[in-house]
């Protein structure tokens, strides 16, 4: 499969960014239909599941999430996004 373009999502640290705080990021499947429809996992981009570490002072991380160009989707296809500490 190739992939020649990504998507960058940047998490950004609320708060008072003392010690070190680390979020679970990765890509969740929608069910269900829509227009447009949701981005397929694995079809219109590559699946991510990360652990960001935070440093002290630090308030931003960003994840990139390779998107697979074997099959175009139509503008605007979307995908959710799950955080959790």
């Keep these: 499969m190739e992939t020649t373009k990504e998507a960058v999502?940047?998490?950004v640290r609320l708060g008072v960014p003392s010690g070190i705080a680390q979020v679970r990021a990765r890509t969740v499947t929608l069910t269900g239909t829509g227009d447009p429809a949701p981005a397929i996992p694995d079809t219109d981009y590559t699946s991510v599941d990360s652990?960001?570490?935070f440093?002290?002072?630090?308030t931003t991380k960003s994840l990139k999430v390779p998107i697979l160009t074997r099959r175009m989707r139509p503008?605007?296809?979307e995908t959710d996004w799950?955080?959790?500490s």
């Design 9 to 11: 999502v940047n998490v």
């Design 82 to 84: 799950s955080a959790s």
């Design 75 to 77: 503008s605007g296809a």
């Design 55 to 58: 440093g002290p002072g630090e």
């Design 51 to 53: 652990v960001l570490t």
